[in-house]
C-alpha cells in the first residue's frame, strides 16, 4: 500500500500535521493524492494534531472498501492513551470522536489522531474530517451614541477570531434610542446565550434583553428595578456570592466612592449590598473577571487621570490585595474582559475615546503579557463590552438537513454528544437496503426527563418515539422500517447541558413463526380444584361449566411487541368454521374481540398461561350429542402476523393444537305426536281408538335428564275447539318407553267417549269437537324447544 512516500505509521515518526485554529480540515483521497488508504501492510495512518488556542474538537472518519477505525491519542503516542474512547463502529458505518468540553485540548501540547484497521485484506479508502472549535470567543459589542444621521442609536456585534474580525452584524431590534446606554453582558437566565444590561441616561430605568445563541437577536426582555441617582452605572457582571448566579457590580461614575451588588436570582434582584472602593474619584471600575484563576471575580481599577492600571483581586464581596500593572494614555478605557487568545485566561480590551483605536492587552493571570492594535473606529461608536460565548460543541447537526450521516445502518453505531439549551435538537441520519428492526438508546444522567428521541422520514414524520427506561436512559426498541434514509431526532427540553451516549442498530427483519412447543405440553385441561381433566375424564354440562386451561405457546424470529392467541370449543381436532368461539372479554358476545395478548416476550422464550373457560350449557345448539369435543387454541387467529421460517417459507400450518374433553349431558330430547289417526265419528259413551307414533326430533333419547329408563305419557283429551284447557275431558293415557334421538314409537290406545259431559250443551250444531293428543303434558322430560310448543296436535270427530 503506497502512502505517496509519507512515513505516517507510527506516531512519532508521522509527517501528517494537522495546525488546527477554527473550522473544519478534511483529508481526503483525490486525483493527486490517493494516500488517505489503508490495506496490507499499512494498518495505521497518525496525524500530528496541535492547537492555537484551547479547543475542542469533532473527528469524523468514514470509510469505504472495509472497516476502520479512528483514536485521539496523547503526546505519548501510545496506542492506548486515549484521550477519549476510541470509535470502533463496525462494517462501514461512520466514526465519531468528540471531546469532553470538561477537558478540552491546550496551546502547547501535541496530539495524535490515529486512523487503523485490523489485518485489512483489501484497500480502504477513507475521508477524514478535523473540526477545531475553540472553547470560548471573545466578541466586541458596540452601541452608536452619535446623531441619527450618523447611525445613532445602532448597536451591532463584531465576531471575532482572536484579534481577527470574522464578521459584523447589526443587532435585531435594529435602533434603540440613544438615551439608552448599554452597560454589560452576562448569562442570567441558563441559557448559555447572551444578556445585555440597558440603562436609560435620565430615567434610571434598567432592564435585560435576553439573546439569542448568535447574540444578535433578541427573544424577550426583562425590566429591572430603577437605581439610585443617574451617576450609577453597571461596572460588571459575575458570580460574587458563589451561589452559581451571576450578580451585577454597580458603581458610582460621578465620586467613583461608591461601590455596590445587586445579588440576582436568574433575572430577579434579590438584594443590594456596598462593598468597599478605592475611595478616589479618578478610579473606576472598567472590568470584572477572574484575573488570578481562584474561582472569583476580581476588579480592574482604571486612573482615568493618570492611565494607571491595577487588579483588586477579591475573596467574593472581600478585597484580599491588589496588584500594579503598566500605565496607559489617559484617553483609553477599559471595556471589558475576554479570553481572545485561547489560552483560559481573560484579556483586557482598551478603547481610545478620542481616536478611536482598539487595543487587546493580552494577560498571563494578573501580569501583562504584550499589546496588540485591533483596528480604529470611528468615536461615535462605543465599546459596551465582551460577549464572551461557550462554543458549541455538537457531532449531530440541528436539522434534518445538516444531519449527521451514520451511512449503511447494517450493525450497531454508537456515538457521544451534548445537548443544551442552546442545542436543543440533534439529527442523525441512515439508510437501510433491506426492511429492519431498528432499535436506539441513548443514556446520560437525568437524561430520561429532558429528552426523547424519535425515529423521522425526510418530510418530518415521526414513526418512532422513545419510552423513558429509569431517570439516564432513552429507549425506542424493535421499530420495523423498509428501506429507505431516516432520521433520528434527540430533542432536549432541559434548561442544562447533558452528555449522552447514543447507540443506533439495525438488523435484518427476520420472519416470524408461532408455535405450539411439544414440551412443556401446549395445553392442559383442570377442575377449579386444580386436578387435571383427562380425555376420558367426564364433564357434565347440566349446568355451565368452568375450567382452568394451562397453556405455553412459543415464537422464533423477529422479535414481536405483542400477538393473540383465542380458544375455540370444536367437534373435531383440526377445528371447523362453526366452532365455538370462547368469550374471553366477557362481554357476552363472541367474536373476533374475544383474545388474549402476549406482550413484549423475546423469541424462544416459552410463554405460559392460565385462562378460564365456560362450556355452553346443555340447552347450547352447539352441541350435537355426548361424546368427545375438542378444545383447541390458536395463536394470531385472524391471520394479522404473516408467519415463515428462516428461509422465507410461510409457515401458518403450526398455529393451533386442541385437547380431548369428554361431555356428558349436552343432549337433550324433543318429543312430538307423529301421524295421529282416530274415527271421523262416534256416540256418546261410545269407544274408539286413538293411535299414531311419538317422534324424537331432538339431540338425546327422552331418558336423558332422567334415571335410565324413565317412560313418559302421552294423554288424550276431548275438546269443545282444538285448544287444549281445563274444561276439555280426560279420555286416559298410555306409558311409553324412552325413545333415542331420531327415532319413533307407536302408541294406541282405546277410549270411551264421555255420555255426559258440559262440553256438548255448547257444541256447534254440526256435533263436531276434537279428538286431542299431548305428549309429556307435565313437562318432566325437559324438552330442547321447552313448553308443549310441538307436543300436541288433535284431530276432528263428530259425535251424535
Do not use: C
Not at 441512515?430 to 432499535?439: K, P
Request: proline content about 6%; glycine content about 10%.
Amino acid at each position: 500500500m503506497a502512502d505517496n512516500g509519507i512515513f505516517d505509521n507510527t506516531a512519532l515518526g508521522t509527517q501528517r500535521i494537522i495546525n488546527a485554529t477554527a473550522g473544519i480540515q478534511i483529508f481526503s483521497n483525490s486525483g493527486t493524492d490517493n494516500s488517505f488508504s489503508l490495506g496490507p501492510g499499512d494498518t495505521d495512518d497518525y496525524y500530528k494534531l496541535t492547537v492555537s488556542r484551547s479547543s475542542n474538537v469533532i473527528i469524523k472518519l468514514n470509510s469505504s472498501g472495509g472497516n476502520a477505525s479512528v483514536s485521539l491519542l496523547t503526546s505519548a503516542g501510545d496506542p492506548n492513551t486515549t484521550v477519549v474512547p476510541s470509535s470502533n463502529n463496525p462494517n462501514s458505518l461512520a466514526d465519531a470522536i468528540v471531546t469532553d468540553p470538561a477537558a478540552p485540548l491546550q496551546v502547547g501540547e501535541t496530539y495524535y489522531i490515529r486512523v487503523f484497521a485490523n489485518n485489512p485484506a483489501t484497500t480502504i479508502n477513507y475521508t477524514l474530517s478535523v473540526e477545531t472549535i475553540p472553547t470560548t470567543r471573545a466578541d466586541i459589542l458596540w452601541r452608536n451614541y452619535g446623531s441619527p444621521a450618523q447611525g445613532g442609536g445602532l448597536t451591532g456585534i463584531w465576531y471575532m477570531d482572536g484579534t481577527q474580525v470574522v464578521r459584523t452584524s447589526l443587532l435585531n431590534p435594529g435602533y434603540v434610542d440613544t438615551s439608552w446606554f448599554l452597560y454589560g453582558i452576562g448569562n442570567f437566565d441558563g441559557t448559555g446565550n447572551p444578556n445585555y444590561i440597558w440603562r436609560h441616561a435620565s430615567t434610571g430605568t434598567n432592564g435585560i434583553w435576553l439573546m439569542d445563541s448568535t447574540g444578535a437577536s433578541l427573544q424577550s426582555s426583562v425590566y429591572l428595578p430603577a437605581f439610585l441617582s443617574n451617576g450609577w452605572y453597571p461596572g460588571g457582571i459575575a458570580d460574587f456570592n458563589n451561589d452559581g448566579q451571576q450578580d451585577i457590580l454597580w458603581t458610582n461614575a460621578l465620586d467613583g466612592t461608591q461601590v455596590g451588588l445587586w445579588f440576582m436570582n436568574g433575572t430577579s434582584v434579590v438584594s443590594f449590598q456596598a462593598i468597599d472602593s478605592m475611595g478616589d474619584p479618578n478610579w473606576l471600575i472598567e472590568a470584572v473577571a477572574d484575573f488570578n484563576a481562584d474561582g472569583k471575580p476580581d476588579l480592574w481599577y482604571r486612573n482615568f487621570a493618570t492611565g494607571e492600571n491595577l487588579i483588586w483581586l477579591m475573596n467574593g464581596v472581600q478585597y484580599q490585595s491588589l496588584v500594579s500593572l503598566p500605565s496607559l494614555d489617559p484617553n483609553f478605557d477599559a471595556r471589558g474582559a475576554g479570553d481572545f487568545n485561547g489560552d483560559g485566561k481573560p484579556d483586557v480590551v482598551f478603547r481610545n475615546r478620542t481616536t478611536g483605536q482598539v487595543d487587546v492587552w493580552f494577560m498571563n493571570g494578573t501580569s501583562f503579557l504584550s499589546s496588540t492594535t485591533i483596528t480604529a473606529v470611528d468615536p461615535i461608536w462605543d465599546i459596551s463590552g465582551i460577549v464572551t460565548t461557550s462554543q458549541k460543541l455538537d457531532l449531530a447537526g440541528d436539522t434534518a438537513s445538516t444531519a449527521f450521516n451514520i451511512g449503511k445502518l447494517d450493525a450497531t453505531a454508537n456515538y457521544s454528544n451534548i445537548l443544551g439549551p442552546s442545542n436543543t435538537n440533534d439529527y442523525y441520519s441512515f439508510t437501510l437496503d433491506e426492511q429492519s428492526v431498528v432499535s436506539i438508546t441513548t443514556t446520560g444522567t437525568g437524561l430520561a426527563a429532558a429528552t426523547q428521541i424519535q425515529i423521522e422520514t425526510a418530510d418530518g414524520t415521526v414513526l418512532g418515539t422513545s419510552t423513558a427506561n429509569g431517570a439516564d436512559e432513552q429507549k425506542i426498541t424493535y421499530q420495523t422500517l423498509d428501506p429507505g434514509t431516516y432520521f433520528v431526532r434527540v430533542i432536549s427540553s432541559g434548561s442544562s447541558s447533558i452528555k449522552y451516549n447514543i447507540s443506533i442498530g439495525a438488523a435484518p427483519q427476520l420472519p416470524v413463526n408461532l408455535f405450539l412447543p411439544t414440551t412443556p405440553a401446549p395445553l392442559q385441561l383442570q377442575t377449579l380444584a386444580g386436578a387435571t381433566i383427562t380425555p376420558t375424564t367426564p364433564v357434565s354440562v347440566l349446568t355451565p361449566y368452568t375450567l382452568n386451561v394451562n397453556y405455553n405457546v412459543e415464537y422464533t424470529g423477529r422479535p414481536l411487541s405483542s400477538f393473540k392467541l383465542a380458544f375455540f370449543l370444536s367437534q373435531n381436532p383440526a377445528g371447523t368454521p362453526n366452532d365455538y368461539r370462547f368469550d374471553l372479554n366477557n362481554d357476552g358476545l363472541r367474536n373476533t374481540n374475544d383474545f388474549i395478548t402476549i406482550t413484549n416476550q423475546p423469541p424462544g422464550t416459552v410463554v405460559s398461561g392460565t385462562t378460564q373457560l365456560t362450556l355452553p350449557s346443555k340447552e347450547d345448539p352447539f352441541w350435537v350429542q355426548d361424546g368427545t369435543y375438542y378444545i383447541r387454541i390458536v395463536l394470531d387467529p385472524e391471520n394479522e402476523i404473516p408467519e415463515a421460517d428462516l428461509q422465507g417459507v410461510p409457515k401458518e400450518d403450526d398455529n393451533q393444537t386442541s385437547v380431548a374433553i369428554q361431555v356428558r349431558d349436552a343432549r337433550l330430547p324433543d318429543l312430538r305426536p307423529d301421524n295421529f289417526t282416530a274415527p271421523t265419528a262416534g256416540t256418546k259413551g261410545g269407544q274408539i281408538t286413538v293411535s299414531g307414533n311419538i317422534s324424537n326430533i331432538g339431540t338425546a333419547a327422552s331418558d336423558t335428564q332422567n334415571p335410565p329408563g324413565t317412560t313418559f305419557e302421552v294423554k288424550f283429551y276431548l275438546s269443545k275447539d282444538n285448544q287444549l284447557s281445563g274444561a276439555d275431558f280426560f279420555l286416559g293415557s298410555s306409558t311409553l318407553s324412552p325413545i333415542l334421538a331420531g327415532a319413533q314409537t307407536p302408541f294406541s290406545q282405546s277410549v270411551t267417549l264421555p255420555t255426559n259431559w258440559g262440553g256438548y250443551t255448547q257444541a256447534p250444531l254440526d256435533n263436531n269437537y276434537y279428538l286431542i293428543v299431548i305428549v309429556d303434558e307435565d313437562l318432566e322430560l325437559n324438552e330442547l324447544t321447552g313448553g308443549i310448543a310441538n307436543n300436541v296436535t288433535s284431530k276432528l270427530i263428530s259425535i251424535v
